[in-house]
């Protein structure tokens, strides 16, 4: 038996990404019992896994003994799903977004703070090299003080109205594009900028997907407290153009950028560095850190406290977007 028993709350879409980084670490976490309301769907998984198959993740909170959950549940799901599981004694790995408005950001809170539970927020981009590395650098001063953020995730996605299901509802996806794909260029930029937001507001577009209901496309702006302005952009609706960075920082002595897998930084003094990374599994390396955090008993990269603070970052933006203004960032 691994080390953690981890029981896998919806067993479709990312669960699969998932469920690859507890094959790779089985020595130390793995996945005993699977819930998914769709029970063909939970008797798949229970066949793949070896897992005892629930439909209802109460049940199976009830029933086993479990170390953990990973939450891999559509958007609008999620509070349930952490509230449960915290008063349960279980510890949580939860994809993104944590939640969908202030008010289940302050159950989401309460339930791990009152339970003594760790929760992790599942931002498997953190596990980039490339991000590793620049995060090193930040930190070590290498550019001086830092000036400017920006992230970019976007791509041409080909969703349509039959394969779109519950993203294509602002009430069950929280939004459009944004908070969806657009969530992972926001937790790098709060990752990077090194600050807590502040204030942040957007321009949302619906280019090429109008038969959903939110945007397909954002541009945001965020302020952070020690000064650190951030610029986003992300889309479904079409490729970044090719000189595009995946995100890059500016600061006093200099900069550096990044494609995602390579990173360079160049100072004014004319001193610069490239650094040729390999890429990793980010799904693979985000489970070993949920395990290694867990057992160690370390905080995870992002907890509850990140995952409320880009919730709070796109819900200013959405604010921002929706009344022309530059919204304040609300801490639950």
């Known amino acids: 038996?691994?080390?953690?028993?981890?029981?896998?709350?919806?067993?479709?879409?990312?669960?699969?990404?998932?469920?690859?980084?507890y094959a790779a670490h089985a020595d130390k976490i793995g996945i005993t019992?699977?819930?998914d309301a769709v029970e063909e769907t939970a008797k798949a998984r229970e066949a793949e896994l070896g897992a005892t198959a629930y439909t209802d993740y109460r049940e199976m909170l009830a029933n086993e003994e479990l170390d953990a959950v990973d939450i891999c549940l559509p958007h609008h799901l999620h509070r349930d799903a952490i509230v449960a599981a915290a008063e349960a004694g279980k510890h949580i790995l939860c994809e993104k977004p944590l939640c969908l408005s202030a008010e289940e950001a302050a159950d989401v809170r309460r339930a791990?703070?009152?339970?003594?539970?760790?929760?992790?927020?599942?931002?498997?981009?953190?596990f980039m090299p490339a991000v590793a590395k620049a995060k090193e650098l930040l930190e070590a001063g290498t550019i001086g003080t830092v000036y400017e953020v920006r992230t970019t995730?976007?791509?041409?996605?080909?969703?349509?109205?039959?394969?779109?299901?519950?993203?294509?509802?602002s009430k069950t996806s929280g939004g459009g594009e944004l908070i969806d794909t657009?969530?992972?260029?926001?937790?790098?930029?709060?990752?990077?900028?090194?600050?807590?937001?502040?204030e942040a507001t957007a321009m949302l577009s619906t280019h090429r997907l109008k038969f959903m209901e939110g945007e397909d496309s954002a541009q945001v702006l965020i302020r952070f407290?020690?000064?650190?302005?951030?610029?986003?952009?992300?889309?479904?609706?079409?490729?970044?153009?090719?000189s595009t960075e995946r995100f890059s920082a500016?600061?006093?002595?200099?900069?550096?950028?990044?494609?995602?897998?390579?990173?360079?930084?160049?100072?004014?003094?004319?001193?610069?560095e490239t650094f040729e990374l390999e890429p990793v599994d980010t799904f693979v390396a985000e489970i070993e850190h949920f395990a290694d955090s867990l057992i160690g008993k370390t905080r995870p990269l992002h907890t509850e406290v990140e995952g409320i603070a880009v919730l709070g970052i796109?819900?200013?933006?959405?604010?921002?977007a929706r009344n022309k203004t530059i919204a304040p960032v609300i801490r639950p």
């Open 1 to 21: 038996m691994p080390q953690i028993k981890v029981g896998l709350i919806g067993a479709g879409g990312i669960a699969s990404a998932h469920i690859k980084g």
């Open 33 to 35: 019992a699977v819930a």
């Open 112 to 126: 791990v703070e009152a339970n003594g539970v760790t929760l992790m927020s599942a931002h498997n981009q953190l």
């Open 153 to 169: 995730d976007s791509f041409y996605n080909d969703f349509d109205p039959s394969s779109m299901g519950w993203r294509a509802s």
């Open 182 to 198: 657009g969530y992972h260029p926001t937790y790098l930029m709060l990752h990077l900028a090194g600050g807590m937001p502040v």
């Open 225 to 242: 407290d020690n000064g650190v302005v951030g610029q986003l952009v992300t889309s479904w609706a079409y490729q970044p153009a090719g």
């Open 250 to 272: 500016v600061g006093e002595l200099g900069s550096l950028h990044s494609d995602g897998t390579s990173l360079t930084y160049q100072l004014r003094s004319g001193e610069s």
């Open 314 to 320: 796109l819900l200013a933006a959405y604010e921002g």
